[in-house]
């Protein structure tokens, strides 16, 4: 069934579809034009008195066959089928024969004019056509009646032609609207993913390579003296990368074809944040975890946002705090999570993160914890502890909003907005200013 569909649409496309037409009406109007060159009864004796059809000959038939055989490239070239149709018909006219069949060519191809080009050009092809066809038929009317032999039927057949037309290109003009609407949305889904799937890999090869590197450093410095902590450092190294490896296999995933086997691996979430947190303690980062209230199943997007969220927290932990140690905090609320990162370190300053209110940086830590925030209409606040170290406090709803619907993202001053703003932690950890360049020190490449 399949194949006859295909084969039926390639066909309605091909310009084997217009030759064929163009053949069936050229038979059609030859045998009208036949018929009406011999009447085989007395109906013309009748209506029109004292006139005969004149007898056709073979060879003026030649005009019929012009007038609808050039419609076959009616779709290709319609402005000129319809000057070459319809001076066919006009010359076949002026020639004395009876032109009932024949005028339906110009018709059929004023119609495709209609149907391809401009609604003012249409109304003036329409115009002049008409005109011609009215202006041949009362110059030569074989019944000797200005107002017989077809014109007064020739305005409504063009009328007809010229709105039919028009209507059918609206039609036309409307699909494609919507074709190309729907093409938008496709490559803005596409987009989007590409979007999540780079920030996926971001946080995975970011969070991975710096436990690496931090480790494989403290190995090369310990290993003359103190053989064993090196091969702590080692077997922390061998750990990290079979996660990293295990997180970048989830997130490919994505990208196979949709007959391959699901993955199997659970997709990071809270349930993992123990896990990370295990993994961080071996990174040389004594950190400690602590969930307050009742846990709750997450949302998708809210739970790997929640993940990745500390993730990244860490990973700047460990690649700038210096000797340090962190405390990740959970509080399950009414409606929403709250996830509290903070360390001892003292860091390196370095210039305000991209994206913030700040100017120079070129990383995107904060960047993206900001963004997955506000995805799922939360907030992040970022900064200097009062007493020392930095914190990142986030906000994140029990429930994600709707698809398509605009998140909600809290603002500096905590009434709900519509853009997802992040405020530094200032003092108590209330929303501040903009932010301060010399603590800025949590910076991912």
């Not at 029109?48 to 066959?65: K, S």
């Not at 009616?74 to 006009?90: D, E, F, I, K, N």
């Not at 064993?228 to 296999?249: C, D, N, P, T």
């Not at 210039?351 to 799922?376: D, I, K, Q």
């Amino acid at each position: 069934m399949d194949r006859v569909r295909t084969a039926w649409r390639r066909y309605l496309d091909s310009p084997l579809r217009d030759v064929v037409l163009a053949v069936a009406v050229t038979v059609v109007l030859l045998i009208g034009s036949y018929g009406e060159a011999h009447p085989t009864s007395t109906s013309d004796k009748i209506l029109f008195p004292g006139h005969e059809a004149p007898h056709t000959p073979l060879a003026a038939l030649l005009l019929v066959a012009v007038a609808g055989l050039a419609l076959a490239w009616r779709r290709r070239y319609p402005v000129t089928v319809l000057a070459v149709s319809t001076a066919a018909a006009a010359s076949y006219t002026l020639l004395g024969y009876v032109n009932g069949a024949v005028l339906l060519a110009p018709i059929l191809a004023l119609y495709a004019v209609a149907t391809q080009v401009s609604v003012r050009r249409a109304v003036a092809a329409a115009v002049v056509t008409v005109a011609v066809l009215i202006a041949a038929t009362a110059a030569r009317n074989p019944f000797g009646q200005i107002t017989g032999g077809g014109t007064d039927l020739i305005p409504f057949l063009g009328a007809a032609a010229l709105f039919a037309g028009i209507a059918v290109a609206s039609r036309r003009a409307y699909v494609a609207s919507i074709h190309d609407r729907a093409q938008e949305e496709a490559r803005r889904r596409i987009d989007e993913e590409r979007l999540r799937i780079a920030r996926e890999l971001h946080d995975v090869v970011a969070h991975t390579m710096a436990t690496i590197n931090v480790q494989a450093g403290a190995a090369a410095h310990v290993l003359p003296a103190r053989p064993e902590v090196a091969a702590e450092a080692l077997q922390a190294i061998k750990a990290a990368s079979k996660e990293g490896l295990r997180e970048l296999r989830a997130i490919l995933n994505v990208l196979r074809q949709a007959d391959d086997a699901d993955p199997t691996q659970p997709a990071p979430g809270a349930a993992q944040l123990a896990t990370l947190v295990d993994g961080a303690r071996r990174a040389g980062l004594e950190t400690t975890l602590s969930v307050t209230g009742t846990p709750v199943p997450l949302p998708a997007p809210v739970d790997l946002a929640a993940y990745r969220i500390v993730q990244e927290s860490l990973t700047n932990t460990i690649r700038h705090a210096g000797p340090a140690t962190a405390a990740v905090s959970l509080s399950y609320g009414h409606d929403e999570l709250r996830i509290d990162v903070a360390d001892t370190g003292l860091g390196q300053p370095a210039g305000p993160v991209s994206g913030s209110t700040g100017t120079g940086g070129t990383g995107h830590g904060l960047a993206g914890m900001r963004e997955r925030a506000a995805a799922v209409g939360g907030s992040v606040e970022a900064g200097p502890s009062p007493g020392g170290g930095y914190r990142v406090a986030a906000r994140l709803p029990l429930h994600a909003p709707l698809a398509g619907e605009p998140a909600p993202v809290p603002a500096g001053d905590g009434t709900p907005s519509r853009r997802g703003a992040v405020s530094p932690v200032k003092g108590d950890g209330e929303a501040g200013g903009a932010q301060s360049t010399g603590a800025e020190r949590k910076v991912q490449p």
